[in-house]
């Protein structure tokens, strides 16, 4: 099995891998300053973030991969330069996709500067082949909000999840029945991912369920809960990108409070 979160003395050992593909999510005009040698650049907003949906456009993501040389069968490693947030985006788009060697460059000490040369690759042919079910909407949350084998999770701060405080939205609270875990808690005070261990623990009152969705407003940093499960070996999670904006703009009863475990 893929290890989820890398460090770059593990990148170091494969790198020499024909099949191994480095993605550098930053922007073109930093990537060219300098970036892991051999990486490719494909800038996180213009190619795994959706212009008026969630996801993006599937087919011009599978010619861009193509173009850039990576198929089905290559081993991607992603970095986007310290916040995780896009590498965590990817990642999903890359799971909903159904791609099995994946993983995230641990990547916060890292000197990226090591090297100004653009990485030519074959082209190559990746076909696009969705499981449609790890991306749910709002009537898959109605259906499964009474249901005791599923949990949603909501990974805004627990001051927006209980109502206290709202900066964004038109009102304050949470989905009824969700459970809070704050997206930042994935990460150590030093700001690099939690290791396996501390994370099974963080998500220990969910090994009942059979499957954990994971939102948050609008599907941002619902990303980060959603890799950090990953990391602690769930299998079955899926997201709801439509989060709390969507609920609310659907007049969808909401909740204040803590909900009991």
């Not at 550098?24 to 650049?41: F, K, M, S, T």
């Not at 986007?80 to 965590?88: K, P, T, V």
């Not at 916060?108 to 696009?128: F, G, H, M």
């Amino acid at each position: 099995m893929t290890k989820v979160i890398i460090n770059l003395e593990e990148l170091q050992k494969r790198q020499a891998d024909e099949n191994l593909v480095i993605i550098d999510l930053r922007d073109e005009e930093i990537y060219n300053q300098g970036h892991l040698a051999g990486a490719v650049n494909m800038v996180a907003n213009e190619y795994f973030i959706g212009k008026e949906t969630y996801l993006p456009n599937l087919d011009q993501l599978g010619e861009a991969l193509s173009e850039k040389g990576i198929s089905n069968t290559s081993e991607i490693i992603l970095y986007d330069g310290g916040s995780f947030r896009q590498a965590a985006r990817a990642y999903f788009v890359f799971n909903y996709l159904n791609h099995h060697k994946l993983s995230i460059l641990d990547d916060e000490k890292i000197d990226y500067k090591l090297s100004t040369d653009i990485p030519v690759r074959k082209k190559a042919e990746y076909s696009i082949q969705p499981i449609e079910s790890r991306a749910v909407g709002i009537d898959y949350i109605e259906e499964k909000l009474m249901d005791d084998s599923s949990m949603l999770i909501d990974s805004r701060s627990a001051e927006r999840y209980l109502g206290v405080k709202e900066p964004k939205y038109k009102q304050a609270g949470h989905i009824p029945n969700a459970r809070n875990y704050e997206s930042k808690s994935v990460f150590t005070e030093s700001g690099s991912w939690r290791s396996p261990e501390e994370l099974k623990e963080h998500y220990k009152h969910l090994n009942e369920k059979e499957e954990v969705i994971v939102s948050c407003g609008s599907g941002g940093s619902a990303c980060l809960n959603f890799v950090g499960l990953k990391v602690a070996g769930f299998e079955n999670v899926k997201m709801y990108s439509g989060g709390f904006s969507e609920w609310i703009d659907n007049g969808k009863e909401i909740k204040n409070g803590k909900t009991k475990a």
